[in-house]
């Protein structure tokens, strides 16, 4: 975290401050997406030596030219500036709805009535601990970007918002207030289910008959119609609002596949991580062979759903809805195709084994590859619209990951370690601990 903390502070005194240092960093490249402005200076020199041999006609042309000049190293300034905020961002988004994701699992073995997973409860809940601590820092990410602190979110900003008839016509949607209300009403949502449902876990363990376990289940399925309901707006409303031109009908599923399956994912690296040290007695390779199950499960699910989106906008080539796909392609090559191999090839091809989801070492390393492929989905999903062309993986980016990884680590672990680890009165609590298949 303190590693992270400096590199991020590091990230935001770096960027630059005004449109003359970026145009000694455009200049002092040599190569790649620079050489547009490049183009652009040589141009107006150009037109200043036209003017020149031509007279007071050519003037306008050096105007053009020098004003169009200035545009666009604005443009590279905000996205330049923008860098270490999206890079703030995309980590931050990205742990806390690990954290939901392992929260929405839990609701659905509480309606399910699995009786698999309850040896596993304690663990969930543990994960969802980060729920608040991310909740809070992510709101006050969204407060600064509303009082334009950064350039994330472009429909923020009045001037695009005259300029732009799409936008504009948006606005009784993509407005500040109505925005941020929307937020503050999802994610108070979430973290009241995540401390109603613990609390009455807990209280089960003390009583004497199912009320508290009856009281969960009910919770449970009134929590997952909000959830599936907000998960789809807070998609729209974090991630695709990021370009707001664009829009995708299966952009709720997908977000959530992503993150759901770095959910279960985290579920299972901690599990293995406190069998390994004695934790977890009733946890046998039964449950570990279950969740990466689920692993390999959801990974195939977030594959549909990428070509499905990929595909059927690719076929319809539509200008509007191909935009965003060619940006990807051409701008984030290695990333959105990596991000594929990642989260699909590797998982699927490791975990299509049923002998390999039983031992430790390969599910610690396939978990791994999936959480750090997930994180370069969401990578590819907010960082084109809000740094364009300005990408790598710098400071910033490693520093953001590792500060909220340090801070996810330190609140999961501090949680894990104020209950008991086993839900002793859980109804379905024997079924669990001998689970064998």
């Given at each position: 975290m303190a590693v992270g903390l400096l590199g991020i502070g590091y990230g935001f005194y770096t960027a630059p401050k005004d449109i003359k240092e970026v145009e000694q960093l455009l200049n002092s490249e040599s190569h790649g997406s620079h050489g547009e402005v490049k183009h652009e200076t040589e141009t107006e020199t150009t037109h200043a030596a036209t003017a020149e041999n031509h007279g007071v006609a050519?003037?306008?042309n050096e105007s053009v030219a020098h004003a169009e000049h200035e545009a666009h190293l604005t443009h590279v300034l905000h996205q330049l500036q923008n860098k270490p905020w999206a890079a703030l961002y995309v980590a931050c988004i990205f742990f806390m709805l690990?954290?939901?994701?392992?929260?929405a699992f839990y609701a659905i073995q509480q309606v399910a009535q699995a009786?698999?997973?309850?040896?596993l409860f304690r663990v969930m809940q543990g994960i969802t601990?980060?729920?608040?601590?991310?909740?809070?820092?992510?709101f006050v990410l969204l407060i600064l970007c509303g009082l334009h602190f950064n350039h994330l979110f472009v429909w923020l900003d009045p001037e695009v918002v005259a300029h732009d008839k799409l936008i504009a016509a948006k606005s009784g949607y993509l407005n500040f207030p109505f925005w941020i209300i929307r937020a503050a009403i999802f994610l108070i949502g979430w973290n009241l289910y995540r401390y109603y449902s613990r609390k009455n876990c807990l209280a089960q363990d003390e009583a004497k008959d199912d009320s508290f376990y009856k009281k969960n289940?009910?919770?449970?399925?009134?929590f997952l119609v909000f959830f599936i309901v907000t998960?789809?707006?807070?998609?729209?409303?974090?991630i695709m609002s990021v370009d707001p031109h664009w829009f995708s009908t299966l952009f709720g599923w997908y977000v959530f596949a992503s993150f759901l399956v770095s959910g279960v994912t985290t579920i299972c690296?901690?599990?293995l991580y406190l069998k390994s040290n004695g934790y977890l007695e009733h946890v046998n390779t039964s449950h570990i062979h279950d969740l990466a199950k689920f692993m390999f499960g959801f990974s195939v699910f977030w594959t549909y759903l990428w070509f499905s989106q990929f595909m059927l906008i690719w076929y319809a080539n539509i200008p509007e809805e191909v935009t965003y796909f060619v940006t990807r392609i051409e701008l984030y090559n290695l990333p959105f195709f990596g991000a594929v191999v990642m989260n699909f090839l590797f998982p699927v091809l490791i975990l299509i084994n049923t002998d390999f989801k039983r031992i430790s070492w390969i599910l610690v390393m396939a978990g791994i590859v999936i959480l750090l492929g997930h994180y370069v989905d969401f990578f590819n999903m907010i960082m084109p619209g809000t740094v364009g062309d300005q990408w790598f993986i710098g400071v910033s980016e490693i520093a953001s990951i590792l500060f909220f990884l340090g801070l996810f680590i330190y609140v999961?672990?501090?949680a894990l370690t104020k209950v008991p680890l086993l839900a002793k009165r859980n109804p379905f609590i024997e079924e669990s601990k001998h689970f064998h298949y």
């Open positions: 050519h003037e306008n690990i954290s939901l994701g392992v929260l009786g698999w997973s309850p040896v601990a980060y729920l608040p601590v991310g909740s809070v820092i992510f289940f009910k919770i449970s399925a009134g998960e789809s707006i807070m998609s729209w409303d974090w690296l901690i599990t999961v672990f501090s």
